[in-house]
């Protein structure tokens, strides 16, 4: 059996790495083997002589590498009991641990956890390097599929010191890989790229070989998990090179298909066309080669080149008859009739529908032959989506009702969440608004359960998570605030409004004698004051932080928010009872707006106008900030939004003696100044001072009267790596030290090796950096520049974090005076926000846009003289600063004054 082991060895390489790669990682609870699964080993295991034992092993084999996974799982255990009849407790261990990969794929992770630490428990009373390497391997993956990333990570050191004593180079290589997908997953991007960079140095001083090859495949496709594409791209292109240098078509066919989906996760949808379109010729298998077609399918589709994606129909229906039964088989009708419901929907040729429900069925019919529940579950909800798109509503219900079922039975949450959004939408139809709201809670719980799983999400999940996660959060927010509505005696008109979200079934359906006081324009404004609603409220308001949250965590590829943050509301109770919070939300068919004042239960207030137009007022407001542009445009556009956010509630805000306005912004907002909105006569930053926070909790907020003001400030005067000048820096750094006692480093001496020294040994409260930045809502694009590098965002916020480790004092109050938001982009603020809260520091000034150098410094200097002379009060300060320019004529302009925005801790 050595040969087999050997050979096999391989294939286990990079198992944690695949597993990861292409599926969804779930945290969930292990649930038992089928029933059906044990009773078949039974009848078939008795007396099965010991020689047969390898023939199961390579049966087994066969059948995992077909998708069979659960006759895999027979055979693995069938040979199971047979090498322990005959005593071969090496060769059982083998087994288990095979059969402990078949049943994770089958996703039945108790049995899955029994078979390997049976087969660790064999490994220690008769150890084999070889096989204790392996077992420890598929422990790894085992503890990263159930949510144990940091049991993975050791695991995976483990067996990385086994495959060194046994002179393995290719089982180390592999560990170190699957090493910095755990450490990625714990948020320590240092630490992974620092392994992946040996792993890469280790990889390229190796001869060219198809182990080699493999090698770099996999490394890209890690490099694509944990967002870096550019490095992905390099990567796979060295895979590639190897591949066609050695000329095997399998390895050039599976490496184009994922430069494709690289390409395409790049935004450069043409190559990545090309790719799948190589793929496709260079496959020698039917499969490889409709993954590859499959792929050119869907991006068609997406680009919306409808014509192009028919021409490819028949030749994926003649690869679909040829394939033998498997889940990949399965998985692959199901992709194919998913492409199909969207271009149908799209070109709107119904007489599609009955072939894509004979595909669906059919791939029901065997996965159930296969006793896959999981590709079962897939294919019923698939076929119920395509219900729900042709309006027919209770078999839609029933067909997801049965794929529900399933999914939770195996504890497939992240296909249970899917099943649950496409009931609400369902029952929303139906008319079942209280069911519709309950399965669409239970959506979000699942969704809340996995948050952390949706950072190693497959690249295409994550690509589409506004189109595929943020909706059921929004509708759900919908659903709680309309239901928050009927208290106020709408009656039950008011729910007709309420439809399919994703489907695009928004519209106020109400009759308006069924509305007290009606008024019939778009800008009738509903302000609601009810303790009954709270709960509602609340509810909303937690769901949109989570949406927020999990926004920022699909960004970042980790979590966000530290375990010691402060509720927002304690804080304007207990720290600041002159401050109001502010938390719009853009829902479909109009902007909501829940308000916390202090002492007073939640309200909301809301304004009948589309999402469209939200967004198309709020950039066109964005682009008015350009001096050069019309002033009266800019202001009719300030006071709309104005009248959104703030004309409900001003009597509110005077009444209850308000300063300060926190403002919880969402999509599109947060590229716009709040301080610059005007009521027709002043600005906001006149009546009150501004701060921004990107969720509803801060970190251990503290007045800056309780610090002593010291700062390392850095940044650049001269033009480097392709940036200009910033001539006005050497002044403003200049008066920032005379106001408070500063560290400097200028030009040459702002590297970043000397930032993380300085970071590390210096307790200031203080950081300033002056340098050129970027915020974006890619990462890639998100970065700072220093005098060597560009440091990308994950790179700033790990180095600024650096100081918790030697728990000194948190930086307080992080700014960045010459950043700008991505032109174009927007949810280019999102980099901003998760900045603010990645980064440690309690709050963060920065600038939406790149402004005159002059009026940067001159902005910063006040800022200063009124945080070290005044109450310490971070936006009160910012707030004089603007005031200030605001009153010199060449800088009256928000363009000079209003880019400025305080994120974080304002007090």
Known sequence: MKWLKKGYSKRILFLGLVLLTFLVVKLVTPVTAQPQLKERVKENSQNIPVTEASTLL???????????????????????????????????????????LAYQDLGQWEPATAAINQSLNLLQTQPDLGILAQALNTQGSLFLATGKNERALKTWQEAEKIYTQAGDEKGVLGSKINQAQALQSLGMFQRAQRILEQAQRQLQAQPDSLVKATGWHNLGLVWQTIGNLQQSQQVLEKSL??????????????????????????????????????????????????????????????????????????????????????????????????SLIELSSAINQQPTTKTIAQLLAQAVQQANILKDQRAESLALGNLGKLYEQTEQWREAQNLTEQALALAQSINAGDLAYQWQWQLTRVL????????????????????????????????????????????????????????????????????????????????????????????????????????????????????IESLQLAELENFFRTPCLDAKAEEIDNIIEKGDRTAAVIYPI?????????????????????????????????????????????NKQRLKLSQKVYDWLIRPIQQQLKAGSIKTLVFVLDGVLRNVPMAALHDGQQYLIENYSVALTPTLQLLEPRSLQQVQLQSLTAGLTEARLGFSALPAVAEEVKQISEKIPSEVLLNAQFTRANLESQIQSLSVPIVHLATHGQFSSKPEETFLLTWDERLDINSLSELLRTREETNAEPIELLVLSACQTANGDKRAALGLAGLALRSGARSTLA???????????????????????????????????????????????????????LVGNWL
């Not at 049966?59 to 255990?77: L, S, V």
């Not at 793929?279 to 490889?288: D, K, M, R």
């Not at 809340?448 to 189109?467: G, H, T, W, Y």
């Open 58 to 100: 390579i049966q087994g084999k066969t059948n995992y590498d077909a998708g069979r996974f659960t006759e895999a799982a027979i055979a693995w255990e069938q040979a199971v009991q047979a090498y322990q009849q005959a005593g071969d407790s090496i060769n059982q261990a083998l087994s288990l641990n095979y059969l402990c």
């Open 241 to 338: 090179a190897i591949a066609q240098k050695l000329n095997s078509q399998r390895d050039i066919s599976t490496t184009l298909v994922s430069l494709g989906n690289t390409a395409r996760g790049l935004g450069e949808t043409a190559l990545a066309l090309q790719y799948y379109q190589q793929a496709t010729e260079a496959a020698t298998n039917p499969l490889s080669q409709l993954e590859a077609q499959l792929n050119h399918f869907k991006l068609l589709i997406h680009l919306e080149e409808f014509t192009k994606a028919q021409t490819i129909i028949p030749a994926i229906q003649a690869k679909l008859i040829d394939l033998p039964l498997s889940r990949d088989a399965i998985y692959a009708q199901v992709n194919f009739a998913t």
């Open 428 to 543: 929303t139809n139906k008319g079942e608004i209280t069911n519709a709201i309950a399965a669409n809670q239970q959506a979000f719980n699942i969704l809340q359960s996995l948050r952390r799983d949706l950072i190693a999400m497959s690249p295409e999940v994550r690509f589409s998570f506004q189109e595929k996660i943020e909706p059921i959060y929004r509708n759900l927010v919908s659903l709680l605030l309309q239901e928050a509505g009927e208290t106020r005696g709408y009656g039950d008109g008011e729910m007709e409004r309420w439809g399919d979200g994703e489907m695009g079934r928004w519209g106020d359906k109400r009759d308006k004698k069924d509305i007290p006081n009606s008024q019939t324009t778009n800008n009738k404004q509903q302000i609601t004051n009810n303790k009954q609603q709270t709960t509602n409220l609340k509810q909303a308001r937690k769901v």
């Open 586 to 630: 853009i829902l479909p068919d109009r902007l909501a707006v829940i308000l916390s004042l202090p002492g007073q239960s939640l309200s909301q207030y809301s304004t009948n106008v589309p999402q469209a137009e939200v967004e198309d007022i709020v950039t066109r407001l964005r682009q008015s900030m350009n001096p050069a542009l019309s």
């Open 847 to 901: 600038t939406l846009w790149t402004v005159n150098d002059q009026s940067t410094a001159k902005t910063m200097v006040e800022f200063y003289s009124h945080l070290s002379q005044g109450n310490g009060n971070r936006a009160e300060a910012l707030r004089q600063a603007q005031l200030s320019l605001l009153k010199q004529k060449p800088y009256r302009h928000p363009y000079y004054w209003a880019p400025f925005v």
